[in-house]
Antibody, heavy 120, light 106 residues
């Protein structure tokens, strides 16, 4: 079965940094594009970032461009999100989500998420 | 950015009811529209992609229709497991989501 398990969330002060991880299993990770998506308390889902199978193509939402960095290690079946200069409004449940193909497509599997709280 | 607007925000229904949820895109997206089900504490689960294709393993009581800017998710006969929040999402230009429709017990 396809599984995506996020980790690395926690409590951090404004301006701080955090690195999220997503460990994949049950499929050939190196063949799929993957993404980060978040949901702030009481708000809707927000797509954050995309990375292609070989890391050649990367996209970011404007809200995180310049502060967040997506990366992957196919040998470890893992996806990462380095989050710097965190703001109170980055408080959310962060999901990793696989795309159906190696390109831009729909999200076919999601993890259960990891919680990030940014507060002073 | 393409904005996605869902209606209604909340829908009260009973087991066995036929349920329709609407989603409107601020500009045409062809058929690049997916529908997700979300339950508290669980991962979002895709139901429909390409507007009307049912994802593997999803019960056939779920169906989708529409193209361009107007889309509909239909549950033909609501089951107890279907009380949840439903989101539409476009993937024509990056990805944006509707605000969600909570299906609750009437």
């Amino acid at each position: 079965d396809v599984q995506l398990v996020e980790s690395g969330g926690g409590f951090v002060q404004p301006g701080g940094s955090l690195r999220l991880s997503c460990e994949a299993s049950g499929f050939t990770f190196s063949s799929y594009s993957v993404n980060w998506v978040r949901q702030a308390p009481g708000k809707g889902l927000e797509w954050l970032s995309f990375i292609s199978p070989s890391s050649v193509t990367i996209y970011y939402a404007d809200s995180v461009k310049g502060r967040f960095s997506i990366s992957r290690d196919n040998a470890k079946n893992s996806l990462y999100l380095q989050m710097n200069n965190l703001r109170v409004e980055d408080t959310a449940l962060y999901y990793c989500a696989r795309m159906y193909s190696s390109g831009w497509d729909y999200f076919d599997f999601w993890g259960q998420g990891t919680v990030v709280t940014v507060s002073s | 950015d393409i904005q996605m607007t869902q209606s209604p925000s909340t829908l009260s229904a009973s087991v066995g009811d036929r349920v329709n949820i609407s989603c409107r895109a601020s500009q045409t997206i062809g058929n690049r529209l997916a529908w997700f089900q979300k339950k508290l504490g669980k991962a979002p689960k895709v139901l429909i992609f390409k507007s009307s294709t049912v994802h593997s393993g999803v019960p056939l009581r779920f169906s989708g229709s529409g193209s361009g800017t107007e889309f509909t998710l239909t549950i033909s006969s609501l089951q107890p497991d279907d009380f949840a929040t439903y989101y539409c999402q476009q993937y024509s230009a990056y990805a944006t989501f509707g605000q969600g429709t909570k299906v609750e017990v009437k």
